[in-house]
């Protein structure tokens, strides 16, 4: 029988990234909906790792199996590195994504330096207390418009280096092969299959 993960995110993009790259462990892939967990999770961290971290501890102490938490943000070189692990609240709380995309835009109108990079922080917290992380990276420019219907967050205005298309453009199995969340989650992935083998990692 196979052992229950569940996903510490309500993000239903994230959710249907993380089940298809997961998919090919030998593990059920459960969501907080499914086990009737209706939580918000204060993300206090200052990096990457500290919220990732408390979202995986959180939800793993509440469901009783391991979680699988990610805390991932847009750094971009001409804002000193924000938005950072504020990306999804930049410009404000209340902002669709293609708001929060356009205020990205409109705070770079008179630079040039686009280049950018998203970040992905995996982390699993099981029940004994054991945590495993891991980090994924994708880098890339900030166009000068939103491109592409696909992904979400600001994938529209992201793109990726190697590509003449946005992430939001990339097909569903491309951006899995690049994003920072898919490089993230295959490192992860290893980590789990070392683990699952009693190896030391």
Do not use: W
Request: net charge negative.
């Amino acid at each position: 029988m196979k052992q229950k993960y569940v996903l510490a995110t309500a993000n239903p993009g994230k959710i249907k990234e993380m089940r298809e790259i997961l998919s090919k462990l030998d593990i059920d892939v459960v969501t907080r909906d499914d086990l009737g967990i209706d939580i918000d999770i204060e993300e206090s961290g200052t990096t990457f790792l500290e919220n990732s971290t408390i979202k995986a501890e959180a939800i793993c102490k509440l469901a009783g199996i391991p979680a699988i938490a990610d805390d991932s943000g847009l750094i971009v070189d001409a804002l000193n590195g924000e938005p950072g692990v504020y990306s999804s609240s930049f410009g404000g709380d209340n902002l669709t994504a293609y708001e929060r995309c356009d205020f990205l835009l409109n705070k770079m109108v008179k630079t040039e330096q686009r280049k950018a990079k998203f970040v992905c922080t995996i982390v699993c917290a099981f029940p004994d207390g054991e945590l495993l992380a891991a980090t994924g990276e994708c880098n890339g420019i900030i166009t000068d418009k939103p491109a592409g219907d696909g992904g979400f967050g600001y994938d529209p205005v992201f793109q990726p280096d190697g590509y003449e298309k946005t992430m939001a453009q990339l097909t569903t199995d491309e951006k899995n092969r690049i994003s920072h969340r898919g490089k993230a989650l295959q490192n992860f992935s290893e980590l789990l299959r070392y683990r699952k083998a009693g190896k030391s990692i």
